[in-house]
């Protein structure tokens, strides 16, 4: 396990998009797992600006997304598709066709979670996995619970993660989807390096009970301490 810890956001961002950056550059076919939510942003942005100066290309990348509100189309503006869509894909160089993130409109939720799954081992697995982590220790949207769960799933999303996202929902807890399609750990824990990325005391916190503590599905990012190559990247508060 190695730890980076940055000056601040910018500086976690910019460190984080190194690693992925140097990822693509080794392996231009790469397979990248990738997050929302507000931490990655930064990430993003900055690998955007790289990728305008001609000094990365994601031509050949293939991306692979953890999860997905259940039932908001892609149109939706609160879609995790959509954030995608909007704060990465349509600004780089990749072809839409390799971008990827459960369909979570489908009728048919187990055939949606076994074609992600394969889809994935289809593309030979996922070479690196960027991933953040929820004030419960979730990873993807994989809650805490008396088992870790190994396949892409529907999931139950927790009272802690409706009140945390209720931030992208006009503050409005009712807004908030209560339900997500979410990759399982087994994807996750194959992937052959894995960024964790965690912005502010508060979530340093989290991230230091979860890589110290037990290893307990109660907190789903401890886990993470059983990979090989895991990054974590975090910065303090402003
Ligand atoms: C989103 C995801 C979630 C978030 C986590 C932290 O795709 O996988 O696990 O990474 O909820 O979200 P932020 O970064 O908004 O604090």
Same mark, same amino acid.
Request: glycine share 6%; proline share 5%; with cysteine.
């Given at each position: 396990?190695?730890?980076?810890?940055?000056?601040?956001?910018?500086?976690?961002?910019?460190?984080?998009?190194?690693?992925?950056?140097?990822?693509?550059?080794?392996?231009?076919?790469?397979?990248?797992?990738? @997050?929302?939510?507000?931490?990655?942003? $930064?990430?993003?942005? !900055? *690998? /955007?600006?790289?990728?305008?100066?001609?000094? #990365?290309? %994601?031509?050949?990348?293939?991306?692979?997304?953890?999860?997905?509100?259940?039932?908001?189309?892609?149109?939706?503006?609160?879609?995790?598709?959509?954030?995608?869509?909007?704060?990465?894909?349509?600004?780089?160089?990749?072809?839409?066709?390799?971008?990827?993130?459960?369909?979570?409109?489908?009728?048919?939720?187990?055939?949606?979670?076994?074609?992600?799954? @394969?889809?994935?081992?289809?593309?030979? $697995?996922?070479?690196? !996995? *960027? /991933?953040?982590?929820?004030?419960?220790?979730? #990873?993807? %949207?994989?809650?805490?619970?008396?088992?870790?769960?190994?396949?892409?799933?529907?999931?139950?999303?927790?009272?802690?993660?409706?009140?945390?996202?209720?931030?992208?929902?006009?503050?409005?807890?009712?807004?908030?989807?209560?339900?997500?399609?979410?990759?399982?750990?087994?994807?996750?824990?194959?992937?052959?390096?894995?960024?964790?990325?965690?912005?502010?005391?508060?979530?340093?916190?989290?991230?230091?009970?979860?890589?110290?503590?037990?290893?307990?599905?109660?907190?789903?990012?401890?886990?993470?301490?059983?990979?090989?190559?895991?990054?974590?990247?975090?910065?303090?508060?402003?």
């Amino acid at each position: 396990m190695k730890w980076i810890m940055a000056r601040d956001y910018t500086d976690m961002s910019r460190k984080a998009a190194n690693i992925v950056s140097a990822q693509v550059l080794l392996k231009e076919d790469s397979v990248l797992g990738l @997050a929302t939510g507000s931490t990655p942003i $930064g990430l993003y942005k !900055q *690998l /955007i600006a790289w990728q305008h100066k001609d000094d #990365i290309s %994601f031509d050949k990348v293939t991306t692979v997304n953890l999860d997905e509100y259940r039932n908001l189309s892609p149109e939706d503006p609160q879609s995790y598709r959509h954030f995608m869509n909007e704060q990465f894909f349509s600004q780089i160089d990749i072809r839409m066709e390799n971008t990827n993130v459960p369909n979570s409109c489908c009728a048919d939720v187990m055939r949606e979670c076994l074609r992600y799954d @394969a889809m994935i081992e289809n593309r030979g $697995g996922i070479d690196l !996995q *960027l /991933i953040g982590i929820g004030n419960n220790g979730h #990873i993807g %949207f994989n809650e805490p619970g008396e088992a870790f769960i190994m396949e892409t799933h529907l999931v139950d999303l927790s009272p802690t993660t409706i009140k945390a996202n209720a931030r992208f929902f006009d503050g409005d807890e009712q807004k908030v989807p209560k339900q997500a399609i979410t990759m399982g750990i087994k994807h996750i824990m194959q992937a052959k390096r894995l960024l964790l990325v965690a912005s502010g005391n508060a979530k340093m916190e989290v991230v230091k009970k979860a890589l110290s503590g037990p290893v307990t599905p109660r907190v789903p990012a401890s886990i993470l301490q059983l990979h090989k190559d895991l990054t974590v990247v975090c910065c303090p508060d402003a």
